[in-house]
């Protein structure tokens, strides 16, 4: 007998090379992993899913977040990016508790659970926080502690142990849904020297690589007078790219950069809307992906979008490719579906993003009986162009029901909101002292 058994859905299983979708049909599920897709089944279930009307795919893979940041949604908007960080929002993570971490990131892990997320990357401080909260919660996620050494040595080694500390603690915990990796913020904040330790450690422990790279013009010109070249150059000269690599932002790219970050099989974490919020730039994906990169998608944390949805990172990434390039065939949405799934899988090393046999089960069933989704033409244009995070209706991570007919099981709903909103309030307060 399965652990569970989805019938009566819209399979969307978003396989590569192979017929993306049965109209109706059974996905069997036993000891977290996907066992049987088709029209029917022969197996029985302790717990029987009824998908009917509704679009069974698999779960949201989120690349780049900054999950305990939900305490800053709202929190200083519409301000240039020097003054957004300088004056507000570093002098409030100074600011930041364990259990300020803890909260925020257990309302990120709620939103992302209601809104079609299974996995999500994660890079922030006070990282035993968020992974006590990912542990709790049932949802999967990779994560890293943020290090930012600014070229000082002891620091450098201050920050080198704590990231390494974190890697050995949690990785494969949680029932192996947490994995880690490790987070050197960024080539502007981390010395070349620091950089070539972090990727050495990195590989020697067997993990990945999690870092912001040319998110901004500002970095493209400081890079350029410290190292007389961009990012990509000097990550690319100290033997810092590969596959293990997953590089947030991508914005201030040129062709000759685009071309090493493919043939080095990096991978690319698109964050669409917070570029555009803090009028960072448009990242080249139409580029990228004909260069043959794997380019997935981010939110970013909630202080530079507000929320974590997906489904609206979608419509917005494509849409954004289409006005910039003037042209409306670009990113498709077969194309930027496969970034939310297939390819942030394959960014993370796990075996998830697709429904097959032998994947794991993390996976969503979306409301078709909607207005918005009504006529029903075609499922990957709805997902991407009509749907939103409101319409999933079921998410499943491991095998585990988290959440059954939009009923959150996995942490009481209420009660995780109420604390974010206390928690927020009484460090806004410590930030005026």
């Given at each position: 007998?399965?652990?569970?058994?989805?019938?009566?859905?819209?399979?969307?299983?978003?396989?590569?090379?192979?017929?993306?979708?049965?109209?109706?049909?059974?996905?069997?599920?036993?000891?977290?992993?996907?066992?049987?897709?088709?029209?029917?089944?022969?197996?029985?279930?302790?717990?029987?899913?009824?998908?009917?009307?509704?679009?069974?795919?698999?779960?949201?893979?989120?690349?780049?977040?900054?999950?305990?940041?939900?305490?800053?949604?709202?929190?200083?908007?519409?301000?240039?990016?020097?003054?957004?960080?300088?004056?507000?929002?570093?002098?409030?993570?100074?600011?930041?508790?364990?259990?300020?971490?803890?909260?925020?990131?257990?309302?990120?892990?709620?939103?992302?659970?209601?809104?079609?997320?299974?996995?999500?990357?994660?890079?922030?401080?006070?990282?035993?926080?968020?992974?006590?909260?990912?542990?709790?919660?049932?949802?999967?996620?990779?994560?890293?502690?943020?290090?930012?050494?600014?070229?000082?040595?002891?620091?450098?080694?201050?920050?080198?142990?704590?990231?390494?500390?974190?890697?050995?603690?949690?990785?494969?915990?949680?029932?192996?849904?947490?994995?880690?990796?490790?987070?050197?913020?960024?080539?502007?904040?981390?010395?070349?020297?620091?950089?070539?330790?972090?990727?050495?450690?990195?590989?020697?422990?067997?993990?990945?690589?999690?870092?912001?790279?040319?998110?901004?013009?500002?970095?493209?010109?400081?890079?350029?007078?410290?190292?007389?070249?961009?990012?990509?150059?000097?990550?690319?000269?100290?033997?810092?790219?590969?596959?293990?690599v997953v590089a947030a932002h991508c914005v201030w790219l040129s062709d000759g950069d685009i071309k090493i970050l493919a043939?080095?099989?990096?991978?690319?974490?698109?964050?669409?809307?917070?570029?555009?919020?803090?009028?960072?730039?448009?990242?080249?994906?139409?580029?990228?992906?004909?260069?043959?990169?794997?380019?997935?998608?981010?939110?970013?944390?909630?202080?530079?979008?507000?929320?974590?949805?997906?489904?609206?990172?979608?419509?917005?990434?494509?849409?954004?490719?289409?006005?910039?390039?003037?042209?409306?065939?670009?990113?498709?949405?077969?194309?930027?579906?496969?970034?939310?799934?297939?390819?942030?899988?394959?960014?993370?090393?796990?075996?998830?993003?697709?429904?097959?046999?032998?994947?794991?089960?993390?996976?969503?069933?979306?409301?078709?009986?909607?207005?918005?989704?009504?006529?029903?033409?075609?499922?990957?244009?709805?997902?991407?162009?009509?749907?939103?995070?409101?319409?999933?209706?079921t998410n499943i991570v491991n095998g585990k029901l988290l959440m059954d007919n939009y009923e959150v099981l996995c942490m009481?709903?209420?009660?995780?909101?109420?604390?974010?909103?206390?928690?927020?309030?009484?460090?806004?307060?410590?930030?005026?002292?």
């Open positions: 007998m399965a652990d569970m058994i989805i019938k009566n859905g819209h399979i969307l299983t978003m396989e590569p090379g192979k017929e993306h979708e049965l109209k109706k049909g059974v996905v069997v599920i036993d000891d977290g992993a996907i066992t049987e897709v088709g029209e029917r089944t022969q197996e029985s279930a302790d717990i029987i899913v009824d998908a009917r009307g509704g679009i069974v795919m698999p779960g949201l893979v989120n690349t780049h977040t900054h999950a305990a940041m939900t305490l800053f949604r709202g929190y200083a908007d519409d301000l240039p990016l020097s003054q957004w960080l300088q004056q507000h929002i570093w002098p409030a993570e100074t600011k930041l508790t364990d259990n300020d971490i803890y909260s925020g990131t257990l309302l990120a892990c709620l939103e992302m659970i209601k809104s079609g997320t299974t996995c999500f990357n994660d890079m922030y401080f006070h990282m035993d926080e968020t992974a006590k909260a990912v542990e709790q919660t049932g949802i999967r996620a990779s994560l890293s502690y943020g290090m930012i050494e600014l070229g000082n040595k002891d620091k450098a080694d201050t920050e080198l142990k704590e990231g390494s500390r974190f890697v050995q603690k949690w990785q494969g915990r949680a029932d192996g849904r947490i994995t880690t990796m490790y987070g050197p913020h960024a080539p502007n904040t981390c010395s070349s020297e620091f950089l070539q330790r972090v990727k050495d450690k990195a590989r020697e422990d067997g993990v990945k690589v999690h870092i912001h790279i040319l998110e901004t013009e500002a970095e493209l010109k400081e890079m350029k007078e410290k190292y007389g070249m961009c990012s990509i150059h000097m990550l690319n000269n100290i033997d810092f790219f590969d596959t293990d043939e080095k099989g990096v991978n690319i974490s698109h964050n669409p809307v917070s570029n555009m919020k803090l009028a960072s730039g448009i990242a080249p994906i139409t580029k990228l992906l004909q260069s043959g990169s794997n380019v997935c998608l981010g939110t970013d944390g909630c202080a530079s979008n507000n929320n974590l949805d997906m489904f609206e990172e979608m419509k917005i990434a494509a849409l954004l490719q289409k006005i910039n390039i003037m042209d409306p065939t670009v990113l498709p949405a077969k194309e930027v579906l496969k970034m939310a799934t297939v390819n942030g899988a394959k960014a993370l090393g796990i075996n998830a993003g697709v429904i097959r046999e032998g994947a794991l089960a993390d996976i969503i069933i979306v409301d078709k009986n909607k207005a918005h989704m009504r006529p029903f033409y075609d499922a990957a244009s709805h997902l991407v162009y009509s749907a939103n995070g409101q319409d999933v209706m009481d709903e209420l009660k995780v909101i109420e604390q974010a909103s206390m928690v927020a309030e009484n460090l806004v307060q410590r930030v005026n002292e």
